[in-house]
């Protein structure tokens, strides 16, 4: 099997100040979640340079921060101290992510029994729940029903009213238009 290099970024250049909200739209395999995951710290860019003030959250590929055998409840756990939190301060936070989640009993099985709307609803639920200074997402939204997406645009909107930094991939040119 060949390969060769591919440079799924290349002369970007990027200033989002706070408080804004950025969407970023693009076809398949244009570099939107390189760019997101560069800008989040998962990868390094191979030339150039990065610059984030703030504490992040980012929810940028179902799967991404969360163990399958442990339960929901650890991994509110486990993704909070990666975020840099006291087991303390996440203990606290713990009942607001559980409550917004709303998955009932799933919160104490073990989430690769998870289906993606659940699986969402928790990771969505912990990233907002912390409280970062810039929200990451990369197609989170596609997953879930109607009534939680709304719930998310709620939150969203309050992020927004709030000063809060989001930037957003998506091909819904409805979710940009939403929360852009």
């Known amino acids: 099997v060949k390969y060769h290099d591919f ?5 970007a250049s990027l200033s989002v100040r706070r408080g804004e909200v950025v969407g970023i739209v693009g076809r398949n395999g244009s570099g939107k ?6 800008i989040a710290g998962v990868y390094r860019p191979s030339a150039g340079s990065v610059t984030v ?14 163990h399958p055998e ?6 509110i756990l486990i993704n909070g101290l990666l975020m840099g939190f006291s ?5 606290r936070r713990e009942q607001g992510i559980i409550d917004f989640a709303d998955i009932g009993d799933f919160i104490e099985a073990p989430i690769k029994q998870y289906s993606s709307g659940m699986f969402m609803r928790l990771a ?4 907002t729940e912390v409280d970062p200074d810039i929200l990451i997402m990369d197609e989170v939204l596609a997953v879930g029903d109607f009534e ?7 939150r969203l909107r ?16 409805g979710q940009i238009k939403e929360i852009c």
Do not use: W
């Open 7 to 11: 440079e799924a970024v290349k002369d």
């Open 124 to 127: 969505f639920a912990v990233a």
């Open 70 to 75: 442990l339960t929901g409840r650890e991994n």
């Open 87 to 91: 087991k303390q301060e996440m203990m």
């Open 158 to 173: 309050r992020f927004r009213e709030s000063g809060k930094t989001i930037l957003i991939v998506t091909h819904s040119m």
């Open 148 to 154: 939680f997406q709304a719930k998310c645009f709620d």
């Open 53 to 66: 003030t703030g504490s992040i959250a980012p929810l940028i590929e179902l799967g991404a921060g969360m």
């Open 33 to 38: 979640s390189t760019l997101l995951k560069v």
